[in-house]
Structures are given as structure tokens and as C-alpha cells.
């Protein structure tokens, strides 16, 4: 089996209405890094690929065939209260204080402009979840 450097078996694919806006939302909340990128005649995005340190993601424009997706996505960040701070002010929706959780992370919540929830976690010990 081939998959590509950077990313999972299971890789995911966002549709979004105003995919490039969300592209760039994701570049200034979580520091994405557009690696890849496929337009369609219209010259929207067919494909965006965007890397999240070890991790890519693909995001297309939504369309009638293909409407606007919505998922849960867990982020491991080095500092969840700083990567928070700045997913807020990139224009994500708050939706759970950072705190410290019982099973190891320090985590928070918040709903980006597309209807994604993404909980950001920071790990903070070594141990296994369970």
C-alpha cells in the first residue's frame, strides 16, 4: 500500500463554502501550511492540500453535488492556552474554556467559520490515554 509523505491511512477531506477564506483561517488559527493546491475551471479549490506539522488535511470548495461538511478534529499543540488565544482571534468561536483534563491534556474547544469543531490539546504527560 502507497500513501503519500505526511499523510494518514485515514486522511481528512473538508468541503467548505469559501474554501479559500477557510484555508486561510486555518493558516492564521493553527499555523496550516498549504503544501498542494488543484482550481477548477472557475477557478475555485478543487483540492487544497494543508499540513499541520506531521499531519495534512484536503479541503475543496463545497458545491450542490458536494455540500459544506462539518467534522470534529482533535489538534495536539505544544501550548493550548497560546494556540487557543490565537484561533479566537483568527475568528473561531469559543466553545470550551481550556482546562486540564482528566486523562492527561489541557484542552479547549472552539468552532471555526465553517461549522468545525476543533478541540485543541496539549499533552502533558507521556502515559497512554487508558
Not at 498549504?34 to 506539522?53: D, H, K, M, W, Y
Not at 501550548?79 to 482546562?99: L, P, T, Y
Request: hydrophobic share 40%; proline share 5%; aromatic share 12%.
Amino acid at each position: 500500500m502507497n500513501v503519500p509523505e505526511g499523510f494518514g491511512v485515514v486522511t481528512p477531506y473538508i468541503f467548505a463554502d469559501g474554501a479559500e477564506e477557510y484555508v486561510r483561517f486555518l493558516e492564521a488559527a493553527f499555523d496550516a501550511h498549504e503544501v498542494g493546491r488543484s482550481t477548477a475551471p472557475n477557478g475555485r479549490i478543487a483540492n487544497c492540500q494543508l499540513q499541520f506539522q506531521v499531519t495534512t488535511i484536503m479541503i475543496s470548495e463545497a458545491s450542490e453535488q458536494f455540500p459544506a461538511t462539518r467534522a470534529a478534529h482533535y489538534l495536539y499543540v505544544a501550548d493550548a492556552d497560546e494556540a487557543m488565544a490565537k484561533a479566537v482571534q483568527a475568528g473561531a468561536e469559543k466553545i470550551m474554556d481550556v482546562g486540564d483534563m482528566p486523562y492527561g491534556d489541557r484542552q479547549g474547544g472552539v468552532r471555526d467559520p465553517a461549522g468545525n469543531i476543533w478541540w485543541v490539546s496539549q499533552r502533558l504527560t507521556d502515559e497512554p490515554y487508558f
